[in-house]
């Protein structure tokens, strides 16, 4: 299921003040990297040259790098391992694809799938692997002209006007794809150039009990002992160019390949990881990081408190809605936890008072000269204006609201499907309007969708009156007693958008009247102008911060000049490097490094949905059949820690040692340092990987497909 929403919540509600970096922190640039971590690299471990790691005009470590899109939009970081090809990622990054594939007869997502033959391997419409060609510093070109004094509209068209011109010019009649993006708050542009990949086929993914064991309840946690790995093949056309899925298609032959280490792990080893993280926000002030717990973190929790019990009720009742809806509500289950830790990380850790010491700093700074008192002024106080201006109960609407929209596909199908005639139709014109609303409906229940609307009611009535969508509560209350289950039942039995006999029916007899009389799309109208209201509140809210945000940036470069400093993350390439490590969460409280199969029997639930054992894994685990991937005290890696800086969008990122050997796959932080993606705590945060000798172990021992290790290139 594919839902509508109109701004992307996980892009923070204010963009983002930094530290001073430890070698561990940063998510760095990778055409930099030989200049600026290149030498600390070395230290902990790294034998690579730098060229090895990064360079344009020959292969290199960033050719086996993919960014893994939906219809374009990033969401996950996959990477090559096998010369024709194969490709690895998590089991959340493929989960979307293995629902969409699994039906009551072929459940892959509680069997698991594996391709016996290339004819087998399954393709995925919309889903795209993008490889990076190159990047380039186009600051010079993009801010030519614009001066302190150009006004941000006239910014922004010049800055538009350059970056048109440099990205038709990079694509070259449409062989690649290019983008500009800025950083550090707008004071630096680089463009990518990429290759996108449109015939991405699923080829293997083992049983949710194994991919996703522990679900929610370890979610964010460590220890874990989840085998979250799932694997694709790219394909192009016969000679080698990106192409849309055809069955004359060919496995690709990459540029380089990840070879994958069985010598495993050690506390202290180097560590690496090279992905596409999707968002962070460390150079937020205090000002936006309180505006983010009370006007971000809390109302998408609130909301999700309310709406997602009511779809996992009608989950765990059957299997086909349980199927229809895996995907939507893992990823908002995932959302919810990720607040509402960020929201109690942020207050236990006081991050809003260590950004205001780092502030005090900042304007000390600026103060002790009078040419940059002249050049930057006080950017602080107009962010803490433009903060304090905030309506705070509004934000809460905008966020309640497009909660909403993500969790109800009935409610906005008027939005989605085409416009409805009001007088007879031709018969073409009721083919397509029925074709879609099928298409749109795939995967739809009833009864859950009826039950999220009245969700949605419950929802938005915690709402201050004033903040509500205007005139729906008056009108239930008047046509349905107030009774918001009645006026839900309504919405699927007599709405034109309930049914497909119900629209069959419409478009028999189209009327202005019964549009205007169903129930369905008045709510939807009320709930769209709601949106559009609010939605006008946000984008003013984010414009105000716009150039005094940029001029914050700017004095702490200025004043951090000659240190290394590493832009925010912004769904481009990135490389992090640490150690595997433990860590101490709270006082008298050691994690070890590493998990082993035991703890699989240690959690066993039988017949939990999150904590049942796949019978045939415990039998191996029982034997220690483990083969060659035991380590040398005979027992089977699971998963392991390191220190490495990542975020969403890093999920399926390699994990290499420091010959650049494939030892794991990162797929999760820990939930103690959920604040990870506004400050780096270098005592707290960790990266959460799946062993790669437990990853082939499920594929060798568990699933018995040879065919994808015998094409990997296994160093021992």
Not at 244 to 250: G, H, L, Q
Not at 333 to 340: D, V
Request: net charge negative; aromatic share 12%; hydrophobic share 35%.
């Amino acid at each position: 299921m594919k839902k509508f929403f109109l701004l992307p919540l996980l892009a923070c509600l204010f963009l983002t003040a930094g530290a001073t970096n430890p070698p561990d922190e940063g998510m760095w640039l990778p055409m930099f990297v030989k200049d600026y971590n290149y030498a600390t690299m070395k230290s902990l471990g790294l034998h690579l040259t730098a060229d090895q790691m990064w360079d344009i005009n020959n292969s290199s470590l960033k050719d086996a790098i993919v960014e893994l899109g939906n219809d374009g939009q990033h969401f996950c970081t996959g990477e090559i391992i096998s010369t024709n090809g194969l490709m690895l990622t998590n089991h959340h990054c493929g989960y979307a694809s293995i629902a969409d594939h699994s039906t009551t007869e072929h459940d892959y997502l509680k069997d698991g799938f594996w391709a016996a033959s290339y004819d087998e391997e399954l393709p995925n419409p919309g889903l795209t692997a993008t490889f990076l060609v190159r990047m380039e510093d186009v600051t010079a070109k993009v801010l030519e002209g614009v001066t302190a004094d150009t006004k941000n509209s006239e910014r922004q068209k010049a800055i538009k006007k350059v970056s048109t011109d440099l990205i038709n010019e990079a694509e070259e009649n449409g062989r690649y794809k290019a983008v500009i993006k800025d950083f550090f708050d707008g004071n630096e542009y680089y463009m990518f150039v990429y290759e996108v990949y449109r015939d991405v086929r699923l080829v293997g993914a083992p049983p949710s009990s194994i991919g996703k064991f522990g679900d929610e309840t370890d979610n964010w946690v460590w220890p874990r002992h989840t085998g979250d790995f799932s694997m694709f093949r790219i394909y192009t056309a016969p000679d080698g160019s990106p192409a849309e899925y055809s069955k004359d298609n060919v496995p690709m032959k990459p540029k380089y390949s990840l070879p994958i280490s069985l010598k495993g792990i050690n506390y202290g080893d180097y560590a690496m990881i090279w992905g596409v993280p999707g968002h962070t926000t460390r150079y937020m002030t205090s000002y936006e990081v309180r505006q983010t717990l009370e006007c971000q973190n809390k109302p998408i929790f609130e909301a999700l408190d309310v709406l997602l019990p009511v779809i996992r009720e009608q989950m765990n009742a059957r299997d086909e809605v349980r199927i229809a809806y895996a995907s939507d509500y893992a990823s908002m289950s995932n959302m919810w936890k990720n607040q509402k830790g960020q929201y109690a990380s942020l207050i236990k850790l006081g991050i809003a008072d260590k950004k205001a010491a780092q502030e005090a700093e900042l304007l000390k700074w600026i103060n002790a000269d009078n040419k940059r008192k002249e050049l930057y002024g006080n950017p602080l106080e107009k962010i803490e204006k433009a903060c304090a201006e905030v309506d705070a109960q509004a934000l809460r609407a905008f966020m309640y609201t497009n909660m909403c929209l993500r969790n109800s596909k009935m409610l906005f199908a008027p939005y989605n499907l085409p416009k409805l005639p009001t007088e007879a139709a031709s018969q073409s014109e009721k083919d397509n309007i029925l074709n879609s609303y099928r298409e749109y409906m795939t995967g739809a229940d009833r009864l859950t969708e009826q039950n999220v609307i009245a969700a949605t009611l419950r929802l938005m009535q915690q709402l201050p009156t004033e903040y509500r969508p205007e005139g729906i509560y008056e009108y239930i209350n008047k046509s349905y007693k107030g009774d918001f289950d009645a006026f839900a039942k309504a919405c699927m039995d007599k709405s034109i958008y309930g049914s497909e006999a119900n629209l069959t029916k419409y478009l028999s007899k189209p009327s202005q009247k019964a549009i205007d009389n169903d129930p369905l799309y008045t709510y939807y109208k009320a709930m769209f102008a709601h949106i559009l209201k609010y939605q006008g509140v946000y984008m003013s809210a984010n414009n105000k911060l716009t150039t005094p945000r940029r001029i914050y940036m700017a004095a702490l470069m200025d004043m951090q000049k000659g240190q290394a400093m590493y832009p925010d993350a912004n769904s481009t390439m990135r490389c992090t490097y640490g150690t595997v490590c433990d860590y101490y969460p709270s006082d008298g409280v050691q994690y070890l490094h590493y998990t082993t199969a035991e703890g699989i029997l240690e959690k066993e639930i039988p017949n939990d949905p999150e904590f049942d054992v796949n019978p045939k894994l415990k039998k191996l685990i029982l034997d220690k059949d483990f083969g060659q991937y035991a380590m040398k005290d005979g027992k089977l890696p699971v998963c392991f820690i390191t220190n490495n800086d990542i975020t969403g969008g890093n999920s399926g990122s390699p994990v290499l040692n420091g010959n650049g050997e494939l030892i794991g796959c990162a797929f999760d932080g820990n939930i103690e340092a959920l604040c990870s993606d506004i400050i780096f705590d270098t005592e707290l945060q960790r990266c959460i990987c799946v062993d790669i000798r437990y990853v082939l172990f499920v594929i060798d021992k568990f699933a018995g497909a040879k065919r994808f290790i015998n094409e990997m290139e296994i160093v021992k």
